[in-house]
């Protein structure tokens, strides 16, 4: 059978062309203007440095204090994952095998996080955190990132749990194994392909928030990588290569993790949610 190459499949290819450029234009010209002195950046944004200033990373690493920013980021991000990993996955595989009102409707409650947008309620959450004297603290940004995503990762986590067959915890609860051993020995290593979209979807969302760690840590030793790079743009914003070599900084680990983990992303996609 010989596949026939027409103007449709040509008009296609245009198409997809097209969406290619689109998005990758925005990061040709982050990385070339992050390589330009001010007067390049004016003169010609969008052309290649005909001069590249590496002085631009050194500079933005070290008076935009990236270096301990990526490391609160780091710190947040990772804390919080395990949480709403381990949380989420537990969580989930409780609610698809309760096939009772209690199950159903506590799934409705975690659904119902899902709709209300969190901002609404952002200054009694403030209060809160602000009254436990976690402000400018791992512990208060940590908690709150968890039981805001939490509700998303159950239901990614419910939809793929139900599309597994009960034969394989059935099988290690009849040869002796309680609940939480069924689950960490024979159930989890079965989520790997959602556990990887759970953990780019939170991932970028955490790493990329800024309103957030602005509220809670703004001021302290503790501002992620959004956030100084917030107080760098209006404080440097005169020198854009050095802001945008700090953009550049600033994305490469979430783009190293989305990298590794974008195949999960669509098994995850692909196999969970039909469930």
């Known amino acids: 059978m010989s596949l026939r190459y027409g103007l449709r499949t040509f008009g296609l290819e245009l198409v997809m062309i097209a969406v290619a450029v689109a998005f990758l234009f925005p990061v040709y010209a982050l990385i070339t203007m ?27 690493w070290t008076r935009a204090e990236i270096g301990p920013a990526l490391m609160n980021s780091t710190v947040v991000t990772v804390v919080s994952l395990i ?24 799934y ?14 952002m200054i009694p959450l403030f209060t809160m955190v602000d009254s436990a004297g976690l402000l400018g ?3 208060g940004i940590i908690i709150f990132y968890t039981g805001i995503q939490l509700p998303f990762t159950i239901f990614l986590y419910t939809g793929f749990v139900r599309a597994l067959p009960a034969d394989y915890a059935n099988a290690a609860l009849i040869d002796g194994a309680g609940h939480f051993r069924a689950f960490t020995q024979v159930v989890f290593p079965l989520l790997r392909p959602i556990t ?13 928030d800024l309103l957030t760690p602005l ?3 703004g001021g302290s030793t503790r501002e992620t990588v959004p956030v100084r790079i917030f ?20 994305s490469l680990p979430i783009l190293a993790v989305f990298l590794v983990l974008q195949k999960y992303v669509i098994k995850g ?3 969970g949610l039909k469930g």
């Open 215 to 217: 509220l809670y840590l």
């Open 83 to 106: 949480a709403l990993i381990a949380l989420g996955s537990l969580a989930a595989y409780y609610l698809s095998r309760q096939a009772t009102r209690l199950g159903y409707g506590l």
């Open 196 to 208: 990887g979209t759970v953990l780019i979807l939170n991932a970028v969302f955490i790493w990329n």
């Open 137 to 139: 603290s791992y512990p």
């Open 34 to 60: 992050s390589f330009k002195n001010p007067r390049q950046v004016a003169e010609s944004p969008l052309s290649l440095p005909t001069s590249p200033r590496l002085d631009n990373y050194a500079n933005a």
């Open 231 to 250: 107080a760098f743009v209006g404080q440097y914003v005169s020198d854009n290569g050095l802001v945008f070599a700090g953009l550049v900084l600033a």
């Open 108 to 121: 409705m409650l975690f659904l119902l996080g899902i709709v209300l947008p969190f901002q609404l309620g």
């Open 269 to 271: 996609f692909a196999s």
